[in-house]
C-alpha cells in the first residue's frame, strides 16, 4: 500500500515536471517565431479612424499581439506569428480597405518601441 502511495506521487511528479518543460518549450518556440511590422499610414485624425484599422487588421492577420497606432506621427507596429507573415501587397490592401493609405512598411526581427526598431 505504502509503495503504492510512493509510484504515484513519483509519477505525478514526472508528469508535472514534463508539462512544465513543454510549456517553456512551446513559450521559446512561439517567441522566435515572431516578427514585427511598422505601418507608415495616411489618414489617421482620430481614435475613431485608429478602431477601425485596428479592427480590420485583427480580423485579417492570424496572430496578430502588441498592436499600437500612433495617431498624431501616423503609424502603427504590432507583432505576428511567422508562419502568418503578410506580403506587402496584403497589408496595403488590409489598409485601403480600412479607408487609409499605407506608406512605408518595415519588417524587423524585434518589436519597435516608440516607432523604432530596438536595437
Known amino acids: 500500500?505504502?509503495?503504492?502511495?510512493?509510484?504515484?506521487?513519483v509519477l505525478f511528479l514526472i508528469i508535472l515536471v514534463?508539462?512544465?518543460?513543454?510549456?517553456?518549450?512551446q513559450a521559446q518556440e512561439k517567441k522566435g517565431n515572431k516578427e514585427y511590422i511598422k505601418l507608415e499610414v495616411d489618414g489617421l485624425a482620430c481614435p475613431f479612424c485608429a478602431y477601425g484599422l485596428e479592427k480590420k487588421l485583427r480580423n485579417d492577420i492570424k496572430d496578430l499581439d502588441n498592436l499600437y497606432i500612433n495617431i498624431q506621427k501616423g503609424f502603427v507596429t504590432f507583432g505576428f506569428s511567422k508562419l502568418n507573415k503578410p506580403s506587402e501587397d496584403k497589408l496595403k490592401e488590409i489598409v485601403s480597405d480600412a479607408g487609409f493609405q499605407a506608406k512605408k512598411i518595415y519588417f524587423s526581427d524585434k518589436p519597435f518601441s516608440n516607432g523604432e526598431a530596438k536595437k
Open 1 to 9: 500500500m505504502e509503495r503504492n502511495k510512493y509510484l504515484k506521487t
Open 18 to 25: 514534463f508539462s512544465f518543460s513543454n510549456i517553456q518549450l
